[in-house]
């Protein structure tokens, strides 16, 4: 599965937020708190790919983990990579079995998010409000699945239907992964001391 995707700093979040809300009723607030992990010669993040164990907190105060490798992307004007994907029961325990397999944090940061749900044109949408503490603006992120390369030209064209839907033009679109802006505005957030801690602090 290849994650279509386009990111968007947006310039009226408002306008995008009234449309979301319009199109798809209340949307669902989660703090996700990620963990980059990468071997000591840095081969991983180096090599354009991510290890990452990724723990959700909901507004209601429920907890779930997912465990995510994503491959060097595919289309380098959008950013797109294929992505593997998996629920893990024991957050502790899934850094633990990483650690223990001699990868290292190497990036550790927040994204306080607002997820919709979307269909169009026979496509599924995940189309979410992010902020990240200490990065400037407002993002939205539109996705969906692209079952391989074939479909992917199809899939990102989708996604850019959605992004005009709401209001977003291509100006606003960025391919800056969230991790190169982070490193770069923020070298502490990569810090091992940072990357040791623990605890999600609820949605805002």
């Not at 968007?8 to 306008?15: D, L, Q, S, Y």
């Not at 164990?53 to 507004?59: D, F, T």
């Not at 850094?95 to 223990?100: D, E, K, M, Q, S």
Request: with cysteine; glycine share 10%.
């Amino acid at each position: 599965m290849i994650e279509a995707e386009l990111k968007a700093r947006v310039r009226e979040p408002g306008a995008v937020l009234r449309r979301l809300e319009s199109a798809c009723g209340p949307g669902r607030a989660e703090v996700y708190r990620d963990t980059y992990y990468d071997a000591p010669d840095g081969r991983l993040l180096g090599g354009d790919r991510e290890l990452r164990i990724r723990e959700v907190v909901s507004a209601d105060g429920s907890r779930r983990a997912l465990l995510t490798y994503k491959e060097a992307r595919v289309d380098q004007a959008s950013g797109s990579k294929p992505e593997h994907e998996t629920a893990v029961a024991d957050a502790e325990a899934a850094h633990a079995i990483v650690r223990g397999l001699g990868l290292a944090p190497r990036l550790v940061f927040e994204k306080r998010c607002r997820n919709y749900q979307l269909e169009r044109e026979g496509w599924r949408f995940l189309v979410t409000l992010v902020r990240v503490p200490r990065l400037d603006g407002v993002f939205l992120e539109v996705e969906t699945a692209a079952d391989g390369a074939a479909e992917l030209a199809g899939a990102l064209a989708a996604v850019r239907r959605v992004l005009g839907e709401l209001g977003v033009d291509e100006g606003e679109v960025t391919n800056e992964l969230y991790t190169d802006a982070v490193m770069r505005l923020c070298p502490s957030a990569s810090s091992p001391s940072r990357a040791a801690g623990r605890g999600t602090p609820p949605p805002s």
